[in-house]
């Protein structure tokens, strides 16, 4: 081949080269005149309320959505009779702003409509329990999913893991239910599934720093004459957390603390001992005496330990009954012998007055009660009401009263008896009172000016 065939066929190529590559731009430039073109009137690649609008035009798009149906079978539960259709007006508009994306990207729409006041109740009060009614039909046959949990065992953090299983989330779509219910065309809920949070997840993480955080919680109790201190890691022994997080935790430690302190102070219903005016011991019975709540005081202490925060209990807020923190019924308080038919008032630890009286009968209807009791109130100028053994109805007044029972058993004077009858054990048979004390109309303000409301009266033979 000649020098010049060679340079006429290299002209050829370029130039053919040339042509094919006017012709591409051409192609592409036409397509995109095209594309540019049909797009003015058609959707780009998207997708309204997850519904394919890919090359519609805004009355195309508007009809599909107005009859289009999510496959339930897929990943969505759809509500039916939820419907609301949407206008065109609306569709414009999202195609408005849709049109101004570039050319191959994809965009995820959401058609939205005014939802009415009726269309909503209708919703939330018709559509939503039967919503519900359906998650529970289809949770019958599938597992339940069980998260991994951080327990307190024996005073150590345990990761208990859990199982994935395949049961619905209810509680988060319905949730979302209630969301779509204020504005969406058609409720379509995602089939959410639980999910069962591994043994190093964030919420396994958190759920660690939660607990030893709580179990740096101290907790103080103040009593009568000691204070107590609780560190949580010390009396929380065992624990798991709740469906809302918190950590419940095994009280019996606390419990058992609590009861053995409470059988060392209480003195309600006990059997006590007075040194004055001789040792003697006042059988178990009667109305005076405190103990602790054993239940609210554990309680208190077990909810305080939990708190991130330090606390200081006082146990007088979870005692009961009268005379808190005194030993026995300490040093003021009255004494009476039934046997010698004598009645002593002590103040500080001092006898202030030595009475004779008249008591009730040692047995039956009439019999003053034995044991640890306290003037409840205090009255003057009471009338005594009540009936005789006979069934007569008396009314005696006094100008003196101090009940230590409901049943009426009180101290007070009592004008009617005979003074010979006062400190005379051999008169009580006939003279005996209803179950009071009855003192000398002369005494009893003596007895009077050193008692008060809430002392102690220890009755004893």
Sequence with gaps: MSRKEKFSRKKHKGSLLKRSLLVLVLLVFGGFIGSHIYFQ???????????????????????????????????????RNSR?????????????????????????????????????????????????????????DRTPTSDSKVLLKDQKLVVKKGKQGNELDKAAMVKSFKKQAKDNLMISVKMKKEVSATP?????????????????????????????????????????????????????????????????VDTAGKSLTI???????????????????QTTLSNAILKNLQKQDSATLKLS?????????????????????LKNLEEYVYKDGKLKVKVPIM??????????P???????????????????????KYASPVGYWEPITMSGVGLHDSPWQPALVYGNPSARGQYHSHGCLNNPPSKMPSVWKYTHTNEPVVIYY
């Design 41 to 79: 009137n058609h959707f780009k690649f998207t997708k309204i309320n997850n519904v394919d609008v890919s090359g519609l035009t805004v009355a195309q798009a508007t009809k599909k959505l107005n009859n289009t149906h999510i496959d339930e079978n897929g990943n969505y539960l759809v509500v």
């Design 84 to 140: 609301i259709k949407i206008n065109q007006s609306d569709v414009k508009q999202l195609f408005k702003d849709r049109s101004s994306m570039g050319l191959i990207t994809s965009k995820k729409l959401n058609a939205k409509s005014d939802v009415s006041t009726k269309q909503y109740a209708y919703r939330i009060k018709t559509l939503l329990p039967q919503f519900k009614n359906r998650i529970d039909q289809i949770n019958t």
């Design 200 to 264: 190093t997840s964030t919420t396994i993480v958190n759920q660690k720093k939660q607990l030893r955080q709580a179990l740096k919680n101290t907790v103080t109790l103040r009593t009568y004459n000691k204070t107590y201190h609780f560190v949580a890691k010390n009396w929380l022994t065992d624990g798991q957390p709740t469906a809302t997080g918190k950590y419940k935790f095994n009280s019996v430690k606390i419990k058992n603390w609590v009861a053995k302190f409470a059988a060392k």
């Design 275 to 293: 040194t004055a005016p001789k040792r003697v011991r006042i059988a178990a019975g009667g109305t005076y005496g405190w103990k602790i709540n």
């Design 317 to 337: 807020n979870y005692a009961v009954g009268t005379g808190y923190g005194t030993k026995g019924v300490g040093k003021t308080y009255v004494a009476v012998d």
């Design 359 to 368: 008591s009730g009968t040692l047995t039956g209807g009439n019999a003053t």
């Design 370 to 392: 034995k044991g640890s009791y306290y003037i409840m109130y205090r009255q003057r100028h009471a009338t005594l009401r009540g009936k005789n053994s006979d069934g007569s």
